[in-house]
């Protein structure tokens, strides 16, 4: 998937696995991305893998809860 993909996963992922609303979801994962959680994953688009996504969810709701 794509970096942009990968971002909606994280997102979609967070809204469904802790219950939380679009707008937190989001404004978990933009801030996750001002501190550069993603820095990778925009050169490396092999890093935007499903699993990523759900190990990405789980960190930055764990980080940014």
């Known amino acids: 998937m794509t970096y942009e993909e990968h971002l909606d996963e994280v ?3 967070i809204v ?3 219950d939380l609303e679009d707008e937190a979801a989001i404004a978990m994962v933009m801030r996750a991305q001002a501190d ?4 990778g994953h ?3 688009e092999s890093i ?5 996504a ?3 969810a789980k960190a930055i709701f764990a980080k940014y809860q």
């Open 11 to 13: 997102t979609t992922l």
């Open 16 to 18: 469904e696995k802790y």
């Open 36 to 39: 550069d959680f993603f820095l």
């Open 42 to 44: 925009d050169d490396d």
């Open 48 to 52: 935007c893998t499903l699993d990523r």
């Open 54 to 56: 759900h190990q990405d």
